[in-house]
């Protein structure tokens, strides 16, 4: 089986399904969301407000609505927001059940590494 997500596929051809774990998937899912200080700069925006209307967001950055439209659209893909259409608008807010699994998964691949007093580097 293989998973597209906007612009990645996540199983790199059919050789290489069995050669990832669903979690180094997941991490890589996120970590492409995370990818562009923008997207950074909006979810802290939208973590600051608790929620956000699209309009909202691209009065407090320096983007075009249309660059804007397109991050929360990668964050959205995603999984890290999600967004509720009204009227002629789209709240966007953080998604508290991915963003936990987000964080889980991120903490947990970060815990892994457990330095040694020999430098390597």
């Known amino acids: 089986m293989v998973i597209f997500y906007r612009n990645i596929a996540i199983n790199m051809g059919a050789s290489k399904t069995q050669e990832y774990k669903l979690q180094e998937i997941s991490i890589a899912k996120y970590t492409k969301a995370l990818s562009h200080p923008a997207r950074i700069a909006i979810l802290n925006l939208l973590i600051k407000k608790q929620s956000c209307i699209c309009g909202d967001v691209v009065n407090e950055l320096p983007l075009s609505q249309s660059t804007v439209s397109q991050h929360l659209k990668e964050l ?29 998964q991120l903490g947990l691949f970060f815990e892994k590494y457990k330095p040694t007093t020999s430098e390597c580097c």
């Open 76 to 104: 959205k893909s995603a999984g890290l927001i999600k967004g509720d259409i009204e009227g002629t608008s789209v709240c966007y807010c953080i998604d508290q059940k991915e963003w936990n699994k987000a964080k889980n």
